[in-house]
Nanobody, 121 residues
């Protein structure tokens, strides 16, 4: 009933930038928290950034100062602006939504399909 669709991944050189976007569709009233998790090959998934409907953000230390998460509540869309990209940022980035209100129900752990980010020379 609720789907997250991501876009914006790709191949970029170190120091470059990418902007990821994720839009939630469905009979959604509101989403408390949206964010991005990433998983590099052979490594565990980690939280990259989250943002609440009120604009409170949280970042993993390794991306602070380089990544900026934002959202458009009216569009149920979350963005991740990634600047000064490093090879260590290479991963599949998954959009995530928590506290998604659908009618009288609230859903947790809604995931997107993932978008690949490769940072390489």
């Amino acid at each position: 009933q609720v789907r997250l669709v991501e876009s914006g991944g790709g191949l970029v050189q170190p120091g470059g930038s990418l902007r990821l976007s994720c839009t939630a569709s469905g009979s959604i009233f509101s989403i408390n928290s949206m964010g991005w998790f990433r998983q590099a090959r052979g490594k565990q998934r980690e939280l990259a950034a989250t943002i609440t409907s009120g604009g409170i953000t949280n970042y993993v230390d390794s991306v602070k100062g380089r990544f900026t998460i934002s959202r458009d509540n009216a569009k149920n869309t979350v963005y991740l602006q990634m600047n000064s990209l490093k090879p260590e940022d290479t991963a599949v980035y998954y959009c995530h939504a928590d506290g998604t209100w659908v009618g009288v129900y609230v859903l947790s752990d809604v995931w997107g399909q993932g978008t690949q980010v490769i940072v390489s020379s």
